[in-house]
């Protein structure tokens, strides 16, 4: 009994210590590391969450004062923090990509990451295109159309992904037009990891080469289609 009443006392002492310590300036964070932002609103976040994190200490880091510092960046999908005591502090930000640039009638782009996410503020550059009559509202899309194309751009692999110019549906469902190449038929918008697979073996083969069109919709059978007759070689003369 002694020995445990000794260690209640020690640790009631000790605890006004350690809350002291905590929110000390002896621990305050003073070296700040920010990493996984890229893009044109990297600098801006980077700086924003390094304000934030100045005003804590190594042994109370409030990662919810930090989420709210950059709420109003959509890009930012989540964070983690990690100390390195007893002055530094590490912010690794997980960050949304976009896929797709949602273009209105008016003119105007959006662009928009793979789980419908509306990324205000980042730039378009040459992302391929979804056309919509007007801009949603909120925060993401909703179900629909639009979500659907943009998850159909969201399965395909990066290297195919570039060379997609724009998405929307015709006549063979889902269809992706692709920059000086053929369009791509997908139908509805289920098995898409397969169809573009599809898509990159037919696409690579050369007697695709000058398709018009590569259908997609049974990706165990794809047809490459609308391609030219070759020219015949000339008959050596005797």
């Known amino acids: 009994m002694r020995v445990v009443l000794g260690i209640a006392v020690v640790l009631a002492m000790l605890a006004p210590l350690a809350l002291w310590l905590r929110d000390s300036s002896l621990v305050r964070v003073e070296r700040v590391t920010v990493s996984g932002m890229l893009g044109g609103q990297a600098d801006e976040i980077r700086r924003v969450l390094e304000v934030e994190a100045r005003d804590m200490t190594t042994l109370h880091v409030r990662e919810d004062a930090l989420r709210s510092a950059v709420s109003q960046y959509p890009v930012v999908r989540s964070l983690r923090t990690e100390s390195d005591f007893p002055h530094g502090l590490r912010i690794v930000v997980n960050a949304h990509e976009a896929v797709a640039a949602l273009r209105a009638s008016s003119g105007g782009l959006m662009p928009v990451a793979g789980d419908g996410t509306l990324l205000a503020g980042s730039a378009a550059g040459d992302l391929p295109v979804v056309g919509v009559r007007t801009m949603p509202a909120g925060e993401r899309l909703g179900r629909g ?85 070759r020219p015949k070689e000339a008959q050596p003369q005797l």
């Open 145 to 229: 159309e639009t979500l659907r194309a943009v998850r159909l751009l969201a399965a395909a692999p990066r290297a195919l992904r570039v060379r997609v110019a724009r998405v929307y549906r015709g006549p063979r469902g889902l269809t992706a037009t692709m920059d000086g190449g053929p369009k791509l038929y997908f139908g509805r918008a289920a098995r898409l990891q397969a169809k573009w697979g599809a898509a990159a073996q037919v696409l690579a083969h050369r007697t695709s080469q000058g398709a018009a069109y590569v259908d997609l919709r049974i990706p165990e059978r794809p047809v490459a289609g609308g391609l030219q007759p």
